[in-house]
């Protein structure tokens, strides 16, 4: 098949929130159809209304967006396949059932209630299957006359099944996989039309990505072992299959399962690209762009997660992402989640976004009704950066360059909290104002002169907690240096009073 006329589909279930493994997936169909200038597609597969969710699709194309991964077609971007949601193709689905049940590929199956049946042998110790082997036993269409199947169909309740053929090896090929082959004895007759009417998920896909000329199917792992299914029903309708590939899971770190939107409680990171609004509770779980991750940098990150280039370097461009991108270098096996890995990502576009940087912190310190030079702040952004992964983490890192410390960690406050120490602060802060003036106080000069002072490593460590609040901060000499003899030797004095009001 001409890759130049790749067409590839993300085709996501309005059931909740993407996480990182659908975001992933939609990432992977993007670089593949943009590397061969193909068409990226988006079709809602809503066939499952149980457990359908409203402000699911809103969310996925927000989602996508913030991405800078848009589709060129389909939901919320028009087309020429028009409807491309399931929900508004059930005639089109019911003509290629009717095809299938006049080829013999097909038969209606009235007992849609196995429950009973599946404990029937889970007590014997096996496993229900509906299949070549006890098909004729069931009742269904395949043990009736026309007769009974017409008074049937006028009565009862049915679904329609697939009808597989045992005694095949299934010869198959996924692109990241190689070639696979299926015993059909092992197959079970899937239901294509349920007795509602509704096609099931592998009626709908397989009849839309043939009729929307999908050339690529690029899905999670989790669908593999349908694949068969669905290479047998291209059969059937006598269509060629695309060309599949089959995504590695995302797993946890810890090695305990996949990452998965079921479970969102048991994660100590975050699994959305945005953050996601429970409908019922109205609780919201922020995503990676409400903690500060730069989308560039999160595309970045995904696309590394099951895919290697081939070369040393890990920061890309979503245009180099492009032309690197294959799917012959996605990995087979599920890939690990790291989220310091994520955080690292970040760091290194922060980098190229000082001028942000800028922005927050003027704004930051302007609800502090404070005002410093540029100079000044940039020279902050400078002294701080490397101890920052988020832009909103800068205050956190330099605010005592602008203000003094409104509290004192506590456990350090507690251990200084003597007479002891407030001789030492005096002491220090006598020798400073005798041996530097204004004009003298620099990190340099400073650094010389508290190598002449008795236990200067206490006392420097007395200053950074009167200048900072805590044990934090760069270099406590350039921190002296910034402040200025005035207002540093006016925090000393704050923390001495603070002393000696606990005393």
């Known amino acids: 098949m001409s890759l130049d006329s790749v067409r590839v589909r993300f ?10 493994g ?17 068409a990226f597609i988006l079709r809602i ?94 009742n269904n269409s395949l043990t009736m006359t026309e007769k009974q199947l017409h008074d049937k169909l006028r009565s ?31 197959l079970d007759d899937k239901v294509l039309l349920k007795s509602d009417g509704v096609a099931t998920y592998h009626l709908a896909n397989t009849i839309d990505d043939y009729l929307m000329k999908i050339t690529h199917v690029i899905r999670g792992e989790e669908w593999l072992p349908s694949m068969s299914l669905h290479v047998l029903l291209y059969r059937a309708l006598g269509w060629t299959p695309p060309n599949f590939a089959h995504l590695p899971l ?30 019922k509770t109205k609780v919201v779980i922020p995503g990676y762009r409400e903690l500060g991750y730069f989308p560039e940098a999160f595309v970045n990150m995904l696309a590394l997660l099951g895919w290697n280039p081939g070369i040393k370097r890990e920061i890309f461009s979503l245009q180099e992402l492009i032309n690197l991108f294959s799917l012959e270098k996605i990995t087979k096996s599920g890939v690990y989640f790291n989220i310091k890995k994520a955080n690292w990502f970040n760091k290194k576009y922060l980098n190229k976004k000082q001028e942000e940087i800028f922005v927050f912190l003027s704004k930051k310190i302007k609800t502090h009704s404070i005002f410093f030079k540029k100079n000044y702040l940039w020279k902050v952004i400078y002294l701080t950066m490397d101890r920052i992964h988020f ?44 041996n530097i003036n204004l004009n003298q106080f620099t990190s340099i000069n400073l650094r010389c002169l508290f190598k002449t002072i008795k236990n200067k490593h206490q006392i420097m460590q007395l200053f950074r907690f009167s200048l900072v609040g805590s044990l934090k901060g760069i270099d406590i000499f350039i921190i002296l240096e910034m402040l200025g003899k005035e207002e540093s030797m006016r925090r000393v004095e704050k923390l001495i009073n603070q002393i000696k009001e606990k005393i």
């Open 250 to 279: 995302i797993l946890r770190n810890n090695g305990k399962g996949k990452i998965s939107k079921r479970n969102t409680d048991s994660f100590n990171f975050p699994i959305y690209p945005i953050q996601w609004k429970i409908p």
């Open 11 to 20: 085709a996501p279930s309005p059931t909740g929130p993407l996480h990182l």
């Open 22 to 38: 659908g975001i992933r997936t939609a990432l992977y169909n993007y670089l593949f159809a943009k590397k061969h200038n193909g």
């Open 156 to 186: 009862c309740s049915y679904v329609i099944r697939f009808k597989i053929e045992p005694g095949e090896k299934l010869k198959m090929y996924d692109i990241i996989r190689g070639n696979i082959i299926v015993d059909t004895d092992n």
């Open 45 to 138: 597969e809503d066939t499952d209304q149980k457990r359908f969710v409203k402000s699911s699709e809103s969310y996925i194309l927000e989602a996508l967006k913030w991405c800078n991964i848009e589709p060129d077609e389909g939901v919320g971007y028009g087309g020429h396949y028009f409807p491309y949601y399931q929900s508004k193709r059930l005639d089109v689905y019911r003509t290629y059932v009717n095809k299938l049940l006049k080829k013999g590929n097909a038969y209606y199956a009235f007992d849609i209630d196995l429950d009973q049946k599946r404990k029937e042998y889970n007590h014997r110790g096996l496993i229900f299957s509906y299949n070549s082997k006890i098909r004729m036993d069931l």
């Open 391 to 434: 832009i909103h983490e800068i205050w956190e890192h330099s605010f005592y360059f602008f203000i003094s410390p409104s509290f004192y960690e506590a456990s350090f406050f507690k251990k200084i909290c003597n007479e002891k120490t407030i001789v030492q602060l005096e002491n220090a802060k006598k020798i400073l104002l005798c």
